[in-house]
């Protein structure tokens, strides 16, 4: 148990549809992050959140929208992807402090499969 | 921009070997490094992080050092065990930045 819970594990949906993947964390931190992770590519970025506000876009498509209602959950909804867009998506969340970074803490992903 | 390279991408040992992970990157100016361990079907977790200013951290059996003006760092696993097998990743960030750069990681098979 790592204290970040990602729902659903697995999703399977065609490219037209709209999904979206939840992430909860219950560690009291202030800060969540997107990442995808692809086969045999490095992890990537996609979105941070800082206290609920957006801090960092890595040039992610328009069909990917994140939201952050409070500083416990996150949301990716999805919308039109491709199947390039197959992957797994994690999320992390850390205690943002004017010090050193401090470490993230990683939910076990979603499985995303676009037919 | 930052790259971090990880070698080698597989390895397979037996049980009780000393073993080193490479990670090297390309931009010396980082804030930190950190090592994760990949379950198949897992997230990460965190092994070690070491700051900058640091050379080295230990946790149990694992030894992280960093030589920051040569960009490299090392994971040094000793008396191997089959448990940890898995996919090692290292990253880095940038000062007053979260953004983590990572390798692609090295698979670590170690076989009784």
């Known amino acids: 148990e790592t204290g970040v819970t990602q729902t659903p594990r697995h999703l399977v949906m065609g490219m037209t549809n709209k999904k979206s993947l939840k992430c909860e964390q219950h560690?009291?931190?202030?800060?969540m992050y997107w990442y995808k992770q692809s086969a045999k590519k490095p992890l990537e970025l996609m979105f941070v959140?800082?206290?609920?506000?957006?801090?960092e876009n890595n040039s992610v498509p328009s069909r990917f929208s994140p939201e952050c209602p409070n500083s416990s959950h996150l949301f990716l909804h999805l919308h039109t992807l491709q199947p390039e867009d197959s992957a797994l998506y994690l999320c992390a969340s850390s205690q943002r402090t004017e010090g050193p970074n401090q470490p993230q803490h990683f939910g076990d992903g979603t499985r995303l499969s676009i037919l | 921009k930052q790259e971090v390279t990880q070698i080698p991408a597989a390895l397979s040992v037996p049980e009780g070997e000393n073993l080193v992970l490479n990670c090297s990157f390309t931009d010396s100016a980082i804030y930190n490094l950190q090592w994760f361990r990949q379950d198949p079907g897992k997230g990460l977790t965190s092994l070690l992080l070491?700051?900058?200013?640091?050379r080295e951290q230990t946790s149990g059996r694992l030894n992280a050092s960093l030589d920051k003006s040569s960009g490299r760092s090392t994971l040094y696993i000793a008396a191997s065990q089959p448990g940890d097998s898995a996919t090692y990743l290292c990253?880095?960030?940038?000062?007053?930045?979260?953004?983590?750069?990572f390798g692609t990681g090295t698979r670590l098979q170690v076989f009784p």
């Open positions: 560690l009291g931190h202030n800060a």
């Open positions: 959140y800082n206290f609920k506000e957006q801090t």
């Open positions: 070491i700051q900058s200013s640091q």
């Open positions: 990253a880095v960030s940038s000062y007053n930045t979260d953004k983590l750069i």
